[in-house]
């Protein structure tokens, strides 16, 4: 069974523009939760989706959003970027919910200049 | 709601044991371990359940005390592919499938 994909793998944006991220779950995984890492806060929860809603929120500016679609897939927006935003930016899925296991795709490295 | 974990570092020869301390000032349903090493997504150990249980597999195991909200991490006989940074995630009883991760362990393996 493949395990959880993301796209891009580097990608590297200017403050002020904005950047999607996409992620594909295990095959049968219906939660999708991103992650940013930083050396300085290390790994901190985003949002979890499972059948396409938003169930839960991290304490992020609203500049984060995120979607789920109908098969699972799952893209996260950052609108306005800033130099703080530079991170590594994970994403975990999980069969059904709370409980479950969590595997993380690769991640996806931003830098914003 | 981020759980603390101890040690910060610590480094072995091969062979020695480690145990790493995660503890939550939250009740707890569950505790999932991972191990991420440099340049790569973090990858599963385990996860306990509340219920306060016991796991293991090879020579990594862990315990979970949900009355303490505490869970520990023990290694035996360590080998160097060990070596990594070990983090904590906790699940509140919300019932949301989000993890808070503590800071992490580096832990280095010397031959």
């Known amino acids: 069974k493949a395990g959880v994909t993301q796209t891009p793998r580097y990608l590297i944006k200017t403050r002020g523009q904005q950047v999607t991220l996409s992620c594909s779950p295990i095959s049968g995984h219906r939660s999708v939760s991103w992650y940013q890492q930083t050396p300085g806060q290390g790994l901190q929860f985003l949002f979890e989706?499972?059948?396409?809603?938003?169930?839960n929120k991290g304490n992020f500016p609203g500049r984060f959003s995120g979607r789920q679609f109908s098969n699972s897939r799952s893209e996260m927006n950052v609108s306005t970027l800033e130099l703080g935003d530079s991170a590594l930016y994970l994403c975990?899925?999980?069969?059904?919910?709370?409980?479950?296991?969590?595997?993380f795709g690769p991640g996806t490295r931003l830098t914003v200049l | 709601q981020q759980p603390v974990q101890s040690p910060q570092a610590v480094i072995l020869r091969e062979g020695e044991d480690a145990v790493i301390n995660c503890s939550s000032s939250k009740a707890l349903y569950s505790v999932h371990w991972y191990r991420q090493k440099h340049g790569e997504a973090p990858v599963f150990l385990m996860i306990?359940?509340?219920?306060?249980e016991q796991k293991g597999h090879d020579k990594i195991s862990a315990s979970f005390n949900e009355k303490k909200q505490q869970s520990s991490l023990y290694l035996t006989a360590s080998q160097l592919s060990y070596s990594g940074t070990y983090f904590c995630?906790?699940?509140?009883?919300?019932?949301?499938?989000?993890?808070?991760f503590g800071t992490g362990t580096r832990l280095t393996v010397i031959p």
């Open positions: 989706y499972f059948s396409e809603t938003q169930r």
């Open positions: 975990a899925s999980s069969l059904v919910s709370s409980g479950d296991t969590q595997y």
């Open positions: 995630g906790t699940e509140g009883l919300t019932g949301a499938n989000n993890l808070f």
């Open positions: 306990l359940l509340k219920g306060g």
